[in-house]
Nanobody, 116 residues
Framework: QVQLVESGGGLVQPGGSLRLSCAASGFTFSNYVMKWYRQAPGKERELVATITSGGGLTNYADFVKGRFTISRDNVKKMLYLQMNSLKPEDTAVYIC?????????WGQGTQVTVSS
């Protein structure tokens, strides 16, 4: 079965950096577009970044453009999110996603807290 396991979250000061990882299994990772979402308390889940199956194309929400970088390693079946210049408003649970066979699959998420 499809499994997505995120890691790398934590507490960081404003202006700091974190690198999130998502380990994928149970499907042919290299065939699928992958996405990072985030959800802050009391808010709806929002799309952060998207990467094509081969990694050649990426897309970002306006609120992270120029600060976050999505990447993938199809050999290791890993998805990454490099987050720089973090702001308090980036505080959220970050969740990786794959849409496969007409269904969405989600990891459990990793908490990112940006605070001084």
């Amino acid at each position: 079965q499809v499994q997505l396991v995120e890691s790398g979250g934590g507490l960081v000061q404003p202006g700091g950096s974190l690198r999130l990882s998502c380990a994928a299994s149970g499907f042919t990772f290299s065939n699928y577009v992958m996405k990072w979402y985030r959800q802050a308390p009391g808010k709806e889940r929002e799309l952060v970044a998207t990467i094509t199956s081969g990694g050649g194309l990426t897309n970002y929400a306006d609120f992270v453009k120029g600060r976050f970088t999505i990447s993938r390693d199809n050999v290791k079946k890993m998805l990454y999110l490099q987050m720089n210049s973090l702001k308090p408003e980036d505080t959220a649970v970050y969740i990786c996603n794959v849409h496969r066979d007409r269904a969405d699959y989600w990891g459990q998420g990793t908490q990112v807290t940006v605070s001084s």
